[in-house]
């Protein structure tokens, strides 16, 4: 399995190639439409992630050492968000999501060139993935 | 178009009224920029800017309170700009205009005192299925707090008011009828002068939300008869934080005041306090006195470009985009209302409005995007929102291309 540090600055690299943000945009929908979809079973209340204009839902699974994650929403730029943090973030220990840095999506530029609204969205999506983590954390210590 | 409007256009110096607007003038993303959020807020005018800069320059003292010379100047600028909104709203005193933050404060001083007094157990409150989260969730809060109920009058799939049903709903239980005046969202123009009659015949109170009305049309409070008016400065190119309630003389003296503090009071003992007479009655605290200096500049400046032609330039821009969209298969105009104003929500076949402003942003073009504060009317169409379009008269039909090139873009991009 690759490091989080290798999958993000692979992220980073691959948005370098990109001059001006239409192409960005095009990307990141590129990556929305192409989402693993999640079982619809998993699009319910308790997964929806409050703070983006849009739906967001996030699934995770643990299966013992890594958490597993899922998204939707029904906006596509916010799924092409989506999947860059669970590429990222996917198949991981709690404590290396928990141990990784964020920084990658500044470097992006994502943060800054996102409405806040948006971004809002963004940070609530992170938030929650590391989230995730803890409470995985926490269940692994308490066996 | 009739020819009188036309006229009314041609009269209109357009560069010369974007000039006006500094902001206009600035680009984002690299592009010049294109303002089409009016909804949300009108940009203002330097004549607006410099006002305030003078008066936190040159005037800067706290009103009503000392005999020194600011303070006497202050006052008077203040007490003009109460009378130019009078003279703006054709109320009959100016006492009836009491200085609020805004249009949503105006509203919650009408549920905190008129609803608290009068508004009883049992009774019923009815607003629209168009109204803005401001005239929805102060009476939520009143009906809670006196098990009174909230009543919804429905509208039909135009966006206009269904009036049969308003009809039946004023029922004898009904106290007040709080209804916006131009639908924020859909742009709808409600009948507000035949709604406040119907209401009156049966002795029900009408509060009128006048937020978006005050920058597309003249509203006179007398004609339309209503109670209450509310409304905010920076809809109607003034600053931000300062607004307005109307209230007819009558139901405002019968009213207990909203908030404690100094200005409202006539003499304090620990014993009894003696309030202070209409309107400082309502304005406790150190009032903003820039703000509505500036919000009185914002109104002498559309009264001398005239609401007539304002209007008419509105309407000719509004006919203009609605004409692009219906050109575009893949567009969907959310809101067709005969009579509307200067604004078009709309959705981009199944593109998240989320997804289009985004894209629509990269090309300077503000737009509004989502439920625009209207989340229940947005569950009753079914739809997560929408993408909106304001015009104001300092617009142009050259915007409206630019924003017909981003839309091509979005269904290039998600379609």
Redesign the interface.
Known sequence: MIKIEESTSAIVSEFDIFDD??DK??YL?ELGKSLPLIDEKFKVESNLIEGC???VWLHAEFDGTNIHFTADS?????KGIANLLIRAYSGHTPQEILDSSTEFLNEIGLTQH??P??SNGLLSMIKQVKMYALAYKTKQAMG | MNTKQDIATLNMDIDKIRSEFPILGRSV?NKPLVYFDNAATTQKPQVVIDALVDYYTNLNSNVHRGVHFLSQQATTAFEEAREKIRKFLNARYNYEIIYTRGCTESINLVAGSWGRANIHAGDEILITALEHHSNIVPWQMLCEEKGAKLKVCPILEDGSLDMAALSQMLTTAVRLVAVTHISNTLGTINPVKEITRMAHEKGIVVLIDGAQALSHMKVDVQDIGCDFYAFSGHKVYGPMGIGGLYGREEVLNAMPPYQGGGEMIRSVTFEKTIYNELPFKFEAGTPNVGDAIGFGVALDYISNIGLDQIAAREHELLAYATERFKGDPLIRIIGNAPEKASLISFMIDK??P??AG??I??FGIAVR??THCTQPLMDSLGI??TIRASFAFYNTREEIDKLMEAIS?VEE??L
């Open positions: 943000w239409m945009y095009n929908i204009q849009s739906r029904d906006a596509v730029i916010t996102l409405s609204t948006r | 993303h593109i998240h989320y997804d985004t894209i942003d990269q995007t989502g997560p929102g873009k991009l998600f």
